[in-house]
């Protein structure tokens, strides 16, 4: 359709050119002849043509660029097919049977009503802290700035990020009044300033000097993400305290170091915490369609049976800054820099596998709040 479209277009043009060029002679010689007012008119209906194709020209170029923007990333070289691959393993996972919701309550450190409404007391409160502290103390370490991003974000943020910004299955939408018109392209959508898409708002459409690459930044936030499962767990909580990173490089090298220094500070955040957990390349199946790579940070669970995701690092080359128009100027020309984001720590997903690695449960001494609190001499 759009390709038809567009070819009748181009005919019309060379077809009005053509016309242009025959008056352009005529004129001059003969102004008011016969054949030069036939040619007026021939030209005045075919701009009157290229005029009506615009309508369904527009429709037919919206249509194809939607298609286009579904088209996935391009796998990094190091993806593998098939199944994950194992980087690294710290420990061995724990044998015994815990459920950590049970664990929780014997122990008074959650308050879990549903997914959408739980608390973290006492023990697990502190964690949650604590937790938050310890990781941006090594990020700060390893100097990353940190940020502050809003909890809200815009309906074209989302769908920079390759999602569906219409469907309430994966963010949470904000809806006007029923007597109130809206476009559904332009709402706001709460993601949490743990989020990847908070990181994007502020740098969409916008134009860095050079110099200021590479970007390391982290945040401490929540993020919001619809529960995708019924089953009561802090593994599908809809609110989550987070510690997330989002990094730019001008190259996919650097990139590619950037990602090999933050695999480096999650083996040692983690080994310090005593618990087992082990690194993975996610298998290209598994992707979402903006990742080119990601490093899965995971936790044995007990319950489960099987590995929970507790934090993840992604790489996404130069996919989305393609999409939300984020350039730097090098040489007097705007280039696409290449994204590095994940959410190194997640505290329920975290806390979760803890309570069932040790039912007893203490907080790990390098997240003990005191460890992170100033006092004054």
């Known amino acids: 359709m759009y390709e038809s479209l567009n070819a ?27 054949t030069t007012k036939k040619l007026k008119m021939q030209s005045d209906l075919i701009k009157e043509n290229i005029k009506k194709l615009k309508v369904p020209l527009w429709s037919a170029e919206e249509a194809a660029i939607v298609e286009v923007l579904k088209i996935p990333n391009d796998l990094h070289s190091q993806t593998p097919d098939g199944s994950n691959q194992i980087l690294y393993t710290h420990l061995s996972k724990p044998d015994k049977f815990k459920h950590h919701l049970e ?90 300033g743990g989020s990847l898409p908070a ?21 401490m936030g929540r993020q919001y993400v619809p529960a995708p499962s019924k ?29 090999e220094e933050l695999i480096d500070i999650l083996k040692l955040a983690y080994s ?22 990601r490093v899965s940070i995971e936790m044995y669970s ?20 393609k999409r939300l128009m984020i350039m730097y100027l090098e040489n007097k020309e705007n280039k696409f820099p290449c994204l590095v984001s994940g959410t190194l720590l997640n505290v329920p997903k975290l806390l979760g596998c803890a309570l069932e690695h040790d039912a007893t449960f203490a907080v790990p001494n390098f997240i003990k709040i005191e460890r992170y609190l100033r006092t004054e001499e």
């Open 8 to 34: 009748k277009k181009a005919e019309y043009i060379k077809k009005k050119d053509e016309i242009s060029r025959e008056l352009g002679k005529l004129i001059k010689n003969e102004p008011d002849g016969e």
């Open 103 to 192: 664990v929780g309550k014997e122990l008074n450190i959650i308050d879990f009503k549903k997914n959408e409404n739980y608390y973290l007391v006492g023990a697990g409160a502190m964690f949650e802290l604590g937790a938050k502290f310890y990781f941006s103390k090594i990020l700060r370490d390893s100097k990353f700035v940190q940020f502050s991003n809003p909890d809200f974000v815009k309906s074209l943020i989302i769908e920079g990020c390759g999602k569906d910004h219409t469907n309430p299955d994966l963010s949470f939408i904000l809806h006007h009044n029923e007597d109130t018109k809206v476009n559904v392209d332009s709402r706001l959508h709460l993601t949490g």
């Open 199 to 219: 990181f994007l708002a502020y740098h969409a459409k916008n134009v860095m000097y050079s110099k200021v690459l590479p970007l390391k930044y982290f945040t």
């Open 231 to 259: 089953e009561d767990s802090l593994f599908h909580v809809s609110q989550s305290s987070v510690v997330e990173i989002f990094g730019a490089t001008k190259t996919e090298q650097d990139q590619d170091k950037l990602l």
């Open 272 to 293: 310090k915490l005593g618990y087992h957990f082990r690194l993975s390349l996610v298998s290209a199946d598994k992707l979402e369609m903006w990742e080119s790579l």
């Open 302 to 321: 007990t319950s489960l049976e099987d590995y929970v995701e507790v934090g993840n690092v992604s790489l996404s080359g130069d996919f989305i800054s």
